[in-house]
């Protein structure tokens, strides 16, 4: 009797739970502000389970059962985590998935590094997420990433950094690549005056395409007979890590006494360079220039350890990316050169014959402009 009374109280208080959790209020998705992700399990599924009870004849479905299109979830994918630069690109980013009405995650690999980017990506692809865009850390070897998910029906962008061509279908470029290389060694011969001197370039990954194309072009830059004077000693790699760029920093010190310019195409290398000039004592002996964020380079402008430097706005690269990457996703256009489309604020753009759409042109950031600059 004891124990069928028990059995009872037992069974009385399971259903009620079920009841509970039946009334239970859904989970809401998280906002698409939400902070850096970096768990690929916080992205919810985005397609439905495909699975149909069998108990379930399918001819007695009405038609107004049938499934509107699940909200799409993209997600914007960085070099790396913890970069000013791809935090002020979300944030342009997340202003157009308002806009749109679409969730964008933000998810990226701890460091810079094309194997930890690819496992990500991997398994993204594995949630079936409803886009990509995607900062490369090398080209080619994301490219079959890249492949695989469109092969699955996730559409995917580049942005920043190039993925090669097959594995995605549009590529949006911050600037020309000619262009950037072009601003950065008009600085570099601005800070040595016209007698010119030695100049370093410290870059990020060494498989990091965007920085070695710009490199390249500067490497044409300088020999041309207007940049004669300039003589370019050493490249090295500070892998977009503060830390390493600082210390390859001081490496070049030592190495180079009369050095004159380092040319940091990256933020993070610019910062850590011209922290290091300041550090070391030598404002106005080693001049730092390149690319960086107005928010982390104003002291160096103003103490004279990098009189100027150059760059394009990343929030607006991160909403171009996703207002790009949702026209492909809902079909408004196939991402094929010729197809026009419009990206909110930013206006119409068209994609080039080369499968790429091009943002606009750098700024150059100096001590008379840098404080109406605020990312
Ligand atoms: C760093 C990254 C990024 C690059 C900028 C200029 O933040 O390497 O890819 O575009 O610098």
């Known amino acids: 009797m004891k124990s069928h009374l028990g059995l009872t109280v037992v069974a009385a208080i399971l259903s009620l739970s079920m009841l509970l959790s039946a009334c239970a209020p859904a989970a809401t998705p998280p906002p698409p502000t939400a902070a850096p992700v970096v768990q690929p399990t916080a992205v919810p ?159 990020a990954a060494a498989t990091a395409p965007n920085q070695n194309e710009w490199i390249a072009l500067m490497k044409k830059d300088l020999a041309k007979p207007e940049n004669a004077k300039l003589t370019l000693v050493d490249t090295v790699y500070g892998n977009d890590d503060d830390t390493k760029s600082y210390s390859e920093a001081q490496g070049l010190f030592k190495k180079y006494p009369d050095l004159k310019v380092i040319i940091a195409p990256t933020t993070v290398g610019i910062a850590a360079s011209a922290r290091a000039v300041q550090d070391g004592k030598l404002v106005g002996k080693v001049f730092v220039t390149g690319l960086g964020t107005p928010n982390q ?33 809902t079909g408004k256009i196939k991402g094929q050169p010729g197809d026009k489309f419009t990206a909110g604020k930013l206006g119409d753009y068209t994609i080039n014959p080369d499968g790429t759409i091009l943002l606009g042109q750098p700024t150059i950031f100096n001590k008379d402009n840098i404080d109406s600059f605020n990312f």
Not at 82 to 95: L, V
Not at 161 to 188: L, S
Not at 301 to 329: M, Q, R
């Open 297 to 329: 380079m104003r002291d160096y402008v103003k103490s004279g350890a990098s009189p100027e430097f150059a760059l394009w706005n990343p929030s607006d690269l991160g909403y171009l990316a996703i207002y790009t990457l949702n026209a492909i996703a």
């Open 45 to 203: 599924p985005t397609v439905a389970p495909t699975a149909v009870p069998p108990t379930v004849a399918p001819t007695k479905v009405p038609p107004t059962a049938v499934p509107t299109a699940a909200p799409k979830v993209y997600v914007l994918v960085p070099k790396n985590l913890g970069n000013p630069y791809f935090d002020t690109a979300n944030k342009g980013a997340q202003a157009a998935a308002k806009e749109l009405g679409v969730t964008v995650n933000y998810q990226g690999s701890a460091t810079a590094d094309a194997t930890q980017e690819i496992q990500l990506l991997n398994s993204l692809i594995a949630q079936k997420v409803s886009g990509l865009a995607v900062s490369a850390n090398d080209s080619d070897a994301l490219m079959p990433v890249g492949k695989a998910a469109m092969a699955a029906g996730i559409p995917v962008v580049s942005w920043d950094a190039a993925i090669a061509p097959g594995g995605r279908t549009v590529h949006i470029n911050q600037a020309e690549a000619q262009g950037i290389a072009d601003v950065q060694i008009k600085m570099a011969l601005d800070l040595t005056g016209p007698n010119g001197g030695k100049i370093a370039i410290l870059s």
